[in-house]
């Protein structure tokens, strides 16, 4: 059902979640855990890497959403992203404020979330078709939540090669530095990643 919803219609899930099945509201959040995570890698990452793990920042605000599901009033997988980040902007702030044993940071806050909005935007747009299909212009779902879960399921290197290049903006040389690989390497990696990707995301794209 994970991969249904994935791919599929995830609003489902979250109508039964909001009627208090809260294996539903597990499995839903659990799509979300790919998205949240690219965020965090691109955007809050720069800011907080030395104070706070990635990892941990995602699971901190899965699980702060489960527990305050019941606040949450939106219908739309928009609304829910939306949601969901600030919900990550706050679990970022507090694991921020507990390594520098400080008061929460409104400012700080609202500066994660400006940063994570900014990030979902690129995502957006990121391996942009330039001649969509009206079908693909249809599309009910999130494209940057598509395109973390497409990315999600690349194998390892591939995956790396693809954020590095495309989503960090790293030169070649950079890349391969960061991977500990020949360029000639990274490059080929790139290239089978970019269609693989593409494939996933059309794949994805066209679903009912």
């Known amino acids: 059902m994970l991969d249904e919803a994935r791919h599929g219609d995830p609003e489902g899930l979250l109508q039964r979640a909001r ?3 809260d294996s539903a509201l597990s499995e839903l959040l659990e799509i979300y855990r790919p998205y949240l995570a690219l965020l965090a890698r691109l955007k809050l990452g720069r800011q907080l890497r030395t104070r706070l793990d990635d990892s941990d920042l995602v699971q901190d605000a899965c699980l702060a959403a489960h527990r ?3 606040q ?3 219908v739309t997988e928009p609304e829910l992203t939306a949601w969901l980040r600030e919900i990550m902007a706050h679990a970022a702030s507090n694991l921020a404020r507990d390594h520098r044993r400080q008061r929460r940071d409104v400012k700080l ?3 994660l979330y400006n940063l994570l909005n900014q990030s979902s935007q690129m995502l957006e747009r990121a391996l942009a078709d330039p001649n969509p299909s009206p079908s693909h212009s249809a599309v009910r779902r999130e ?5 973390a879960n497409a990315l ?3 194998p390892g290197d591939y995956r790396e090669a693809l954020v590095l290049r ?4 790293k030169s070649l ?3 391969a530095q960061h991977m500990g690989r020949s360029a000639d390497a990274v490059q080929k990696l790139w290239a089978r990643a970019l269609v693989q990707m593409r494939r996933l995301m059309k794949s994805s794209l066209e679903q009912p």
Do not use: K, M, Y
């Open 19 to 21: 009627s208090g099945d």
């Open 68 to 70: 305050d599901f019941a």
């Open 72 to 74: 949450f009033r939106g």
């Open 109 to 111: 806050e609202r500066r």
């Open 143 to 147: 494209r940057a939540v598509l395109l």
């Open 152 to 154: 999600a399921q690349l």
């Open 166 to 169: 495309e989503l960090e903006g």
């Open 173 to 175: 040389g950079e890349a």
